[in-house]
């Protein structure tokens, strides 16, 4: 059975029954890639290049005798491999731009009875849908904000649980967005990488609802988000909550006192500029003497200054505060919720 083009509409199909194999190359693969997809390279990194080079620098008949010598010598071990990647053999295959390599896959695959869709546009199709979604879906962005150590990832799940929906940025970056965020976390994503992780989960909610956001600057860690997200972040509603300074430092201690000293030094020193030698030092003797929460009130210096600026400066047309006496995360997201379906925002 010869395979069948498909659209994109086909591969976001929530109810899809097929396995992705994503046929580009490992280094392409490893870049980003569609979630859930499995990488079945038609070519190795050095063998894409000699490939390309020759259709560059000589013919397009030069490089497609090239990619046949490469391909031809892997035949069987394609099929073995995606037969253990898709045992149901029933697949949709893709490149970067639905041309030879994804055509010459499938084709393969068929031949051997497998049941085979192509990506019609392949993975280029798809990053133009990853870029649009940040244009339509992000409308009513409530941001939740507020100084370091309130727990405004604990609030965002909170609200989750009440129904709200919600997009957690340092859930897909994996990293908490300060000196401190990789603490604990497992390697980030690329931003191409980060965006379809975004993508992915934005494209399951309702855009004429709200969606609650935690506030962010540019990046997370060496993740930067998207200039329609982070723009979208600025036009709608900033909600700014507040709770005891003792139960910031509580909140902190609680999530990192439990790392290596010298890990929690050694991201002291990434803020040591702003936050001062002297100040550095008592925090490395805070630490030594394992009063984690002497050097996590050292730390907020840096921090509450930095965020007391990008307050101030925050050009969101609409802005609340709300100062808390508590740190009880249900009774906040609580309130917050009740305050939006006051406002009917």
């Known amino acids: 059975m010869p395979a069948k083009i498909v659209t994109l509409k086909s591969l976001l199909n929530p109810d899809i029954d ?9 280094a392409e693969y490893e870049k980003a890639h569609v979630p859930g997809a499995l990488n079945l390279p038609l070519f190795s990194d050095e063998e894409r290049a000699i490939v390309g080079t020759a259709y560059k620098q000589e013919s397009p008949e030069k490089a497609m005798l090239l990619g046949l010598e490469f391909a031809g010598k892997k035949m069987r071990q394609y099929v073995e491999d995606a037969a253990l990647m898709a045992p149901a053999k029933k697949i949709l295959v893709h490149c970067w731009r639905g041309g030879k390599r994804s055509e010459s896959m499938a084709w393969l695959l068929s ?5 085979v869709e192509v990506l019609k546009g392949g993975y280029k199709q798809y990053r133009q849908a990853v870029q649009k979604i940040f244009h339509t879906h992000l409308k009513k962005l409530i941001v939740i904000g507020g100084q370091t150590g309130i727990g405004k990832t604990y609030i965002l799940h909170q609200l989750a649980m009440l129904g709200e929906q919600i997009i957690d940025l340092e859930k897909w970056a994996n990293h908490k967005g300060s000196a401190f965020g990789s ?15 975004l993508f992915e989960h934005i494209r399951k909610l309702d855009a004429h609802r709200r969606i609650f956001i935690e506030n962010e600057s540019k990046k997370v860690g060496i993740c930067v988000l998207p200039d329609e997200l982070y723009r979208q972040m600025k036009q709608y509603y900033y909600i700014q909550y507040t709770i005891p300074f003792e139960d910031r430092l509580d909140i902190l201690v609680q999530n990192y006192a439990a790392y290596p000293v010298e890990d929690l030094k050694e991201r002291f020193k990434r803020i040591e500029r702003k936050l001062g030698g002297d100040h550095l030092a008592l925090a490395f003797q805070a630490l030594d003497a394992r009063d984690f929460k002497t050097a996590a009130a ?7 200054k930095t965020y007391l600026h990008g307050f101030e400066n925050n050009t969101t047309p609409h802005k609340l505060v ?9 009774l906040i997201a609580m309130d917050i919720q009740h305050t939006c379906n006051t406002l009917n925002i």
């Open 183 to 197: 603490l604990g976390q497992e390697a980030q994503p690329s931003t191409e990488m980060f965006e379809n992780l």
């Open 18 to 26: 097929r396995v992705i194999l994503d046929v580009r190359s490992p």
């Open 322 to 330: 709300i100062d808390y006496h508590h740190a009880d995360t249900t």
């Open 111 to 115: 031949m051997a009875g497998f049941d």
């Open 298 to 304: 050292i730390a907020l210096k840096f921090y509450d």
